[in-house]
């Protein structure tokens, strides 16, 4: 619920304050839940977590140091969730992998309240002529991110035999439609790659990934070359090349962020956790690696990017399986959409996917997901 925002807009109207108090007092459980549950406070070591504990930190210091009640919180906010992050870690790599299992049961849940909008009020859900939540405001882009990896978790789960062909199936074709009514090309060729890299990691110990290997390349032959007219259409959304070059205007805006002249500790800490948006501007940054650089400064794309490096680099060296080869497609998923799309150092829902990604890479993980051990489908 944290990770979703405040229902600004949408078929039920909530006062800001009720708004405010289910979201962000959804944290305030979150941590009393862990909390109950690892009454003992018992942690996993994990480089991962600290690299991102270190930013939290670093993110604080740059939030508080400016005299801002916003930025202040967001700081806290932010080691807050990175707590509730750790106390979870004793449940890192047990067999059925219970966070990957709450993960897929989340956003099956939120394409399900998706889904459900669109049937009550079309109009209102595709609006703009792309889909978006309705019973609880969410943007197409964020819709566009629950979908493709709910699809993408069950095409890697279901060819690395730990789901039923029919199971991948209920959570794959909803989650594709979806994601193509989104129209959002990130989302999409994030899942695509990530999907490569699975399969490639499972080419070795699955003959059912080197089955699906050949078919596609099969498949990309015989029927998307002849539909690359309606693929390209798709793709362009009715922009001109100007607008593709610049990614819909948004190098535009990122352009402001560089140029702003700041003190050399704003340059290095950035200017406090913000709201994802240009200082000064308030137009919308939609690139992590630009939000972190003027939020949590050159520290911040520093340590952004060793969080994904210590997961790849971890992935390498873990014997290839389906908990490698889902953790590959978190990481690579993340990584591509982080281009284009905000969040991948704050508290959002990429942090709950490379968390995910850690939990199935630690020792003793490979076992975590056996052919139809812990049935991932019959759980969502």
Same mark, same amino acid.
């Given at each position: &619920?944290?990770? !979703?925002?405040?229902?600004?807009?949408?078929?039920?109207?909530?006062?800001?304050? =009720?708004?405010?108090?289910?979201? @962000?007092?959804?944290?305030?459980?979150?941590?009393?839940?862990?909390? #109950?549950? %690892?009454?003992?406070?018992?942690l996993?070591?994990?480089?991962?977590?600290?690299?991102?504990?270190?930013?939290?930190?670093?993110?604080?210091?740059?939030?508080?140091?400016?005299?801002?009640?916003?930025?202040?919180?967001?700081g806290?906010?932010?080691?807050?969730?990175?707590l509730?992050?750790w106390?979870?870690?004793?449940?890192?790599?047990?067999?059925g992998?219970?966070?990957?299992?709450?993960?897929?049961?989340?956003?099956?849940?939120?394409?399900?309240?998706?889904?459900?909008?669109?049937?009550?009020?079309?109009?209102?859900?595709?609006?703009?002529?792309?889909?978006?939540?309705?019973?609880?405001?969410?943007?197409?882009?964020?819709?566009?991110?629950?979908?493709?990896?709910?699809?993408?978790?069950?095409?890697?789960?279901? #060819?690395?035999?730990?789901?039923?062909?029919? @199971?991948?199936?209920?959570?794959?074709?909803?989650?594709?439609?979806?994601?193509?009514? +989104?129209? +959002?090309?990130?989302a999409?060729?994030?899942?695509?790659?990530?999907?490569v890299?699975?399969?490639?990691?499972? $080419?070795?110990?699955?003959?059912?990934a080197?089955?699906?290997?050949?078919?596609?390349?099969?498949?990309?032959?015989?029927?998307?070359?002849?539909?690359?007219?309606?693929?390209?259409?798709?793709? =362009?959304?009715?922009?001109s090349?100007?607008?593709?070059?610049?990614?819909?205007?948004? +190098?535009?805006?990122?352009?402001?962020?560089?140029?702003?002249?700041?003190? &050399?500790? %704003?340059?290095?800490?950035g %200017?406090?956790?913000?709201?994802?948006?240009?200082?000064?501007?308030g137009?919308?940054?939609?690139?992590?690696?630009?939000?972190?650089?003027?939020?949590?400064?050159?520290?911040?794309?520093?340590?952004?990017?060793c969080?994904?490096?210590?997961?790849?680099?971890?992935? =390498?060296?873990?014997?290839?399986?389906?908990?490698?080869?889902?953790?590959?497609?978190?990481?690579?998923?993340?990584?591509?959409?982080?281009?284009?799309?905000?969040?991948?150092?704050?508290?959002?829902?990429?942090?709950?996917?490379? +968390?995910?990604?850690?939990? $199935?890479?630690v020792?003793?993980?490979?076992?975590? !997901?056996?052919?139809?051990?812990?049935?991932?489908? =019959?759980?969502?």
């Amino acid at each position: &619920m944290n990770v !979703l925002g405040p229902p600004e807009a949408g078929l039920f109207h909530l006062p800001k304050f =009720a708004a405010e108090v289910i979201t @962000q007092g959804s944290l305030v459980s979150a941590v009393l839940l862990a909390l #109950i549950a %690892n009454p003992r406070v018992r942690l996993r070591p994990s480089l991962y977590l600290g690299i991102f504990t270190l930013l939290g930190l670093t993110s604080l210091m740059s939030s508080v140091r400016l005299v801002s009640v916003g930025t202040a919180y967001r700081g806290f906010r932010l080691l807050a969730f990175i707590l509730v992050l750790w106390l979870l870690t004793p449940w890192w790599g047990r067999r059925g992998a219970p966070l990957l299992r709450a993960q897929l049961g989340f956003l099956c849940g939120v394409i399900g309240i998706v889904v459900v909008g669109a049937l009550v009020s079309p109009g209102l859900a595709f609006s703009g002529g792309r889909l978006h939540g309705v019973i609880w405001p969410i943007p197409g882009t964020q819709v566009a991110h629950y979908s493709a990896e709910a699809a993408g978790l069950a095409g890697v789960l279901w #060819i690395g035999k730990v789901i039923r062909g029919r @199971q991948a199936l209920l959570i794959a074709v909803p989650a594709s439609v979806v994601l193509v009514l +989104t129209h +959002t090309r990130t989302a999409l060729g994030g899942a695509v790659a990530g999907l490569v890299v699975a399969v490639l990691s499972l $080419l070795v110990v699955r003959r059912r990934a080197r089955r699906v290997f050949v078919v596609s390349i099969a498949v990309g032959a015989l029927v998307l070359v002849p539909l690359s007219p309606l693929v390209v259409s798709w793709l =362009a959304r009715g922009e001109s090349t100007t607008q593709i070059m610049d990614l819909s205007g948004r +190098t535009k805006f990122w352009d402001l962020v560089f140029a702003e002249q700041r003190p &050399m500790t %704003n340059e290095v800490l950035g %200017n406090g956790l913000a709201n994802g948006q240009v200082d000064g501007y308030g137009y919308p940054i939609d690139s992590s690696w630009v939000e972190d650089y003027q939020d949590q400064g050159i520290a911040g794309d520093v340590l952004t990017a060793c969080m994904f490096v210590a997961l790849l680099v971890c992935a =390498a060296y873990r014997p290839r399986g389906p908990a490698t080869a889902v953790a590959l497609f978190l990481v690579v998923y993340c990584l591509i959409a982080s281009f284009t799309e905000d969040g991948a150092g704050i508290a959002s829902q990429y942090a709950m996917d490379l +968390t995910v990604a850690a939990s $199935l890479l630690v020792p003793g993980a490979v076992q975590s !997901l056996r052919p139809r051990v812990g049935d991932l489908g =019959a759980a969502v």
